[in-house]
């Protein structure tokens, strides 16, 4: 059943096309990773999604309603932590907290009390004296607090420490096994890659990669490093075999996954001595979409 | 002092008026423009003796001591008169610019951790504070002179050098003394908000104690730093020893404030921070609740000014035909009805003064909704379950209840005023009447903030436009003689002129239904369009 269902979603800010027929689908119960460098219409995809902006084309839908006239009511089951969370600098964090939590309706004190401690913040403070992170904080202490079914969270941890991105990703994780949905974008990749059970890849408002991490990993390469008695010859002449470079006595190289079969029983007629194999990460298969792109067609830069 | 403890305050104090070379010359320039700008206009509109006794009687009314304090108004002369009604309040704006340019070089720049940097350098522990004040110290001592000087050169008959310098000296010394309160609030306070705020506090209730001494009991006026600035008695007995009582109070000032800022830590203060609440108030979690307490502050200011504005207009009624009979401008200003007194005839004119002003803050109120969008904290209340509709109603609906208190409190402050100064004065029913028939003008505006929000959001800057050509146009209509439909262009212009013109409903009428249908399509655009941000 998918919570998030966005179809062929365009969004033109005058000429500029900052979304081109996206698709995306959350389903119940998974986290699922939205990844893209600045300017790639993250934040703009979210925002329609909030019901903040108008879709231009396409559709998209939340619990099954439309977000732009039913936002209302999607609102009562979803909660948003922004990127760069802006508050009032003469509340103090606490009234922020009750002021958001009410505004959704439902109230829970214990919970908040407890995410309060966890998160290490001082609710009696006024926002002005808030750093980026505390700010932030706020925005997550009232969104977990928030009995919600869907949770979007816009690049929630930019400004947090370590050891508060750790209790971020515990609060993920619970709300996962409590059967929440949660649409998480970010560009801090190992992040993604411990929280989510599926990412779509954003670039210039297109998706270009959806999929579980799994599936992804197929169409990257491992990287392995090979130590072998006789010097190893004829690799290169191999299908899906990059990056070879020499390490002293060894070899290092890159393997595309559906060729590791061919290279591990070629590489097996030199006696090998030492072998290890290091899976592919998503930093890998995101800098293979973005390498040498890049340069040529730069983002559009900031967010909307 | 050890000279250690002021290391490198020269370079310090080069800093500062580096980084002060614009704001320093705006503020005096601005100081001595209208300085030497009100005596020529006195000149010019009470050139005889017989004018400024007329003007002296006028002044001669509690209200009017209470706003600008006692003078010899036996001998109103040009520069008796300057001194009067202006010195005081120019000494305001001097403490001011004190209060505001102090605290921007010591707190400020502690709370921002500039100091922080200075002092990781061989600089001593006092050089900051100390070159703040002598800087400021200098400033004073160079506005003093330009205006002790300037106003000598004007060449008017009653202003003599003795005079002009003094006059001068008393704004210096008011700066100077300002400079030392700053600085002390800024060892005080631990936040530069704290000590402009305390700072300000200090200026208005000097202010109020002078006027409350000035019109009871004189003994309580020396309490006041303000108090000794209408004693110098500029241009008349030309008592000299009140700018060394605020020299002697700065200097205290002064050390006090070098003596706690070396024994306190950086970024430290005395007055313990007050921890905030830890939980929202029932009344603040709701869109409305939130609106009203950002607002609060300025509202309540609002409210006040309102009630003083029709107050200190309805404490010169009593004098007006009188007043208004030796001036020529004016009586051009009037178009003449027959039957009517000039009181009566001047009342509409400053009605429509009042109800423009009364219309600021309610248009402020609804702009602030914009402004928070442009501040990227509308998602915070758009991204839960508050829709639009509810979101721009709430703030309608502060705005709509703003402009009627607004209003109404000038309304109130004119006839409490009126009442106490008028042998005949006017009917409550007919002021507040007169008053509450600018109403519909004020949804007027509303609704044209509402209409900008909800539609072009980037011309909202443009309801301000509107209303300032509203005053331009009915104001100082009569003087130009514009033709009529430059004055119905504006809302305020359909207004029946309560009690020269007879009541029309009509007008009120239609003014409501416009205000009404331009709201709903603001309505409608603000529910169709992207939020920015």
Redesign the interface.
Known sequence: MSVLKVSNLTKEFGKFRALDGVNLEVKKGEVFGFIGPNGAGKSTTIRILLGILKATEGQAQIFGRDVWTDAVEIHKKIAYVPGDVNLWPNLTGGEVIDLFVKLRGGNNKQRREELIQRFDLDPSKKCRTYSKGNRQKVALVAAFTSDADLYILDEPTSGLDPLMEHVFQECVMEAKQAGKSVLLSSHILSEVEKLCDRVGIIRQGKIIETGSLSELRHLTRTNLLVETKNPITGLQELHGVHEVEKKEQALSFQVDTEELDAVIKHISQFNIVKLESAPPTLEDLFMRHYEGKEQAESGAGGRS | MSNTMIKRTSRLSGLILRRDRIRIPIWLIGICFFTFVVPLSFLELYGSQQDRDVMAETMENPAMIAMVGPADLTNYTIGVMTAHQMLLLTAVVVGLMSILLVSRHTRGDEEDGRIEMIRSLPVGRLSNLHATLMVYTFVNILLALIVGFGLYALNIESMDLEGSLLYGATLGATGIVFAGVTALFAQLSESSRGTIGLSIAVLLIAYLIRGIGDVSNEALSWVSPLGWVTKTEAYGANDWWPILLMLGVSICLFFLAYYLNAIRDLGAGFLPSK??????SAF????IG?SL??QRTGTIAWAIGMFVIGASYGSVLGDLDSFFEGNEMMMQMLASEEGYSFTEQFLPMLMIVMAILAAIPPVMAMNKLYGEEK?????????????RTKLMGSLLIIAVVNGFVMISLAAIGLWVAGVSVMEEPFEFGTVYGMAVAYYPAILVMISVAVLLIGVLPKLTSFTWLYLFYSFVVLYLGGIFQLDEWVGDLSPFGHVPQLPIEDMAWVPIGSLTIVAVMITVIGFVGYN????EG
């Open positions: 921890p905030g609440k830890k939980h929202a603040l979690q709701s869109p939130l307490r950002l501040k990227n904290r509308i998602e915070h209340l758009l991204g839960r379950a508050v829709s169709k369009r992207d939020m």
